[in-house]
């Protein structure tokens, strides 16, 4: 299929149309829920992210791929995560959206770019290894499922020691829930070596209460309880078939009850009647025994392919392509030499006023 034209749509004009604009997204077979626009919306409220959609049209006047931008204004930082998304798997337009991504960064003058490919997509660019993330299939029946856990996984006996000790789950009903589960994950994060003062971490409160607002029909929330006590939690998120493990809770004083081992287990079976075919069990750290849970359960590893460019390098990637993009090199000048110029105004004054 032929490619007629590209459109990218700003910040502004996005929150007016962001209802037609996700039907649009969603109807493409490939995806992420990090390239949603309610995704999008989410980061927007919590740390005031700039959104931008770039859509691709083909011959049939029809979008067939997009891809969502979000640009910190305050740091310059422009990213993309787990893009893009596509009518049918093409090499060649995915080749043109990472180039595209490039561009538009450009034109945002954005002072670093981070683009992250979604696992399973294949380009001609260059990427390099960015991560790796742990890939579960589930579009088999259970009783497959479960007789691929081995013995030595200790999956099995995990999941049965949780049913034999009065460990029960249920999905997230009242606003009660969702703050048990913010506090088990601040304590996971604490006891995993993770700052909470990072700004995700920082903000997870607010997160969280977005996701539930604004991905109603995008996640599940599910605790683990013994008698009246929370134990364990698993946040999904989820969007076409594919969903993404993306925060987990566990009071450290319960482990002997192999909770999250049960809600692993469970988690599958709902996620399978959702219609989902892939779980992403996200980063995994090949060289940290931390990641060991979730190594378990993954049939592949595959890597997290992107890039991560600054200013002066991202502007040599961009003109080596595009040679003839002269007002480019002209903002570009532009740029270095205020900064240059600012650079010496602030160094003199500090040796003047020393």
């Given at each position: ?225 013994v008698d009246d006590k929370i134990i364990a939690t698993a946040l999904w998120l989820y969007s076409n078939s594919r969903a993404y493990y993306y925060d987990v809770g566990m009071d450290r004083e319960y482990k002997e009850y192999y909770a999250p081992y049960y809600l692993m287990w469970y988690s599958i079976e709902k996620l399978r009647l ?81």
């Amino acid at each position: 299929m032929s490619l007629i034209k590209t459109k990218i749509i700003k910040h502004k004009d996005l929150l007016k149309g962001v209802d037609y604009l996700e039907k649009v997204v969603n109807s493409l077979k490939i995806g992420s829920i990090f390239q949603s626009l309610r995704w999008g919306l989410t980061l927007h409220n919590v740390f005031g992210y700039e959104i931008y959609l770039l859509l691709t049209y083909g011959s049939n006047s029809e979008v067939v791929a997009s891809l969502l931008f979000l640009r910190d204004k305050y740091t310059g930082i422009v990213f993309c995560i787990d893009g893009p998304c596509l009518s049918y798997p093409d090499r060649q337009l995915v080749d043109s959206l990472v180039r595209a991504c490039k561009r538009v960064a450009y034109a945002l003058r954005a002072k670093r770019l981070e683009f992250r490919l979604l696992p399973g997509l294949e380009t001609s660019e260059s990427l390099q290894v960015l991560s790796f993330r742990g890939i579960k299939y589930i579009d088999k029946p259970l009783g497959e499922i479960w007789r691929s856990f081995s013995k030595k996984s200790h999956v099995r006996y995990g999941v049965k020691r949780a049913i034999r000790l009065g460990v029960k789950i249920y999905e997230a009903r009242s606003f009660q829930d969702y703050l048990e589960h913010i506090k088990l994950s601040y304590e996971s994060k604490i006891h995993g070596g993770m700052s909470p003062h990072t700004p995700e971490n920082r903000n997870l409160p607010k997160i969280i209460k977005n996701i539930a607002f604004y991905l109603r029909e995008n996640h599940k929330l599910f605790l683990a309880r013994v008698d009246d006590k929370i134990i364990a939690t698993a946040l999904w998120l989820y969007s076409n078939s594919r969903a993404y493990y993306y925060d987990v809770g566990m009071d450290r004083e319960y482990k002997e009850y192999y909770a999250p081992y049960y809600l692993m287990w469970y988690s599958i079976e709902k996620l399978r009647l959702l219609g989902v075919k892939v779980i992403d069990l996200m980063k995994i750290d090949m060289s940290s025994s931390k990641s060991f849970f979730k190594r378990k359960y993954s049939d592949k590893i595959l890597p997290n392919k992107g890039f991560r460019t600054t200013k002066p390098s991202f502007f040599w990637l961009y003109m080596r392509r595009y040679p003839y993009a002269i007002r480019a090199y002209k903002m570009y000048a532009s740029f270095i030499f205020k900064y240059r110029v600012l650079n010496l105004i602030s160094r003199w004054r500090e040796k003047w006023f020393t």
